[in-house]
T-cell receptor, first 114, second 114 residues
Framework: NAGVMQNPRHLVRRRGQEARLRCSPMKGHSHVYWYRQLPEEGLKFMVYLQKENIIDESGMPKERFSAEFPKEGPSILRIQQVVRGDSAAYFC????????????FGAGSRLTVL | GQQLNQSPQSMFIQEGEDVSMNCTSSSIFNTWLWYKQDPGEGPVLLIALYKAGELTSNGRLTAQFGITRKDSFLNISASIPSDVGIYFCAGQLADGGSQGNLIFGKGTKLSVKP
């Protein structure tokens, strides 16, 4: 029973490059969330998606960040033209329909921007 | 933005001691969750609370949802070395925010001396 799978676990990019982070939810979970964690901080909500739908993107920066959860395949968080301030741990979580606030988190993807 | 005040920020305790940490807010919450995060990993759910006044245990852990719905505490009894980690409270605001849009505290870092 695999949990929430995220890859890559570590990603290094130079300023101006693109970063793509992938997330496969737990089996039976249809809701996917992305959170960002800066060092020594708590997690901050970014976006909530269901298949082919963005439900709540109130925590997403207005520019350069986008997320999708296609009908087939993993959810993708894309950061275009990365800057040093994008360096952080990005966590994906999923939840089942009956307990939508009980999030199960993946191990995270750690982005370092040089 | 909305904030959860989590305290203490860090704790150094002797193995076998009891631990108490709490989160407070000026806002009302529908759900309180307590997570533990180990270095380099994602948060793992410890306890979920859904109703004001609810008291729930999970082994040596006990958590309560405050009557005012603005606070929660987590107690760990008879601490052991593997309790080391960062403990986060998280909640869903009663007013605003979609499901899964959780507000996280900044964490309590627990160190246990054998």
């Amino acid at each position: 029973n695999a949990g929430v799978m995220q890859n890559p676990r570590h990603l290094v990019r130079r300023r101006g490059q693109e970063a793509r982070l992938r997330c496969s939810p737990m089996k039976g979970h249809s809701h996917v969330y992305w959170y960002r964690q800066l060092p020594e901080e708590g997690l901050k909500f970014m976006v909530y998606l269901q298949k082919e739908n963005i439900i709540d993107e109130s925590g997403m920066p207005k520019e350069r960040f986008s997320a999708e959860f296609p009908k087939e395949g993993p959810s993708i968080l894309r950061i275009q033209q990365v800057v040093r301030g994008d360096s952080a741990a990005y966590f994906c979580a999923s939840s089942p329909p009956i307990s939508p606030n009980v999030l199960t988190f993946g191990a995270g993807s750690r982005l370092t921007v040089l | 933005g909305q904030q959860l005040n989590q305290s203490p920020q860090s704790m150094f305790i002797q193995e076998g001691e009891d631990v108490s940490m709490n989160c407070t807010s000026s806002s009302i919450f529908n759900t309180w969750l307590w997570y533990k995060q180990d270095p380099g990993e994602g948060p793992v759910l410890l306890i979920a609370l859904y109703k004001a006044g609810e008291l729930t245990s999970n082994g040596r852990l006990t958590a309560q949802f405050g009557i005012t719905r603005k606070d929660s505490f987590l107690n760990i009894s008879a601490s052991i070395p593997s309790d080391v980690g960062i403990y986060f409270c998280a909640g869903q605001l009663a007013d605003g925010g979609s499901q899964g849009n959780l507000i996280f505290g900044k964490g309590t870092k627990l160190s246990v001396k054998p």
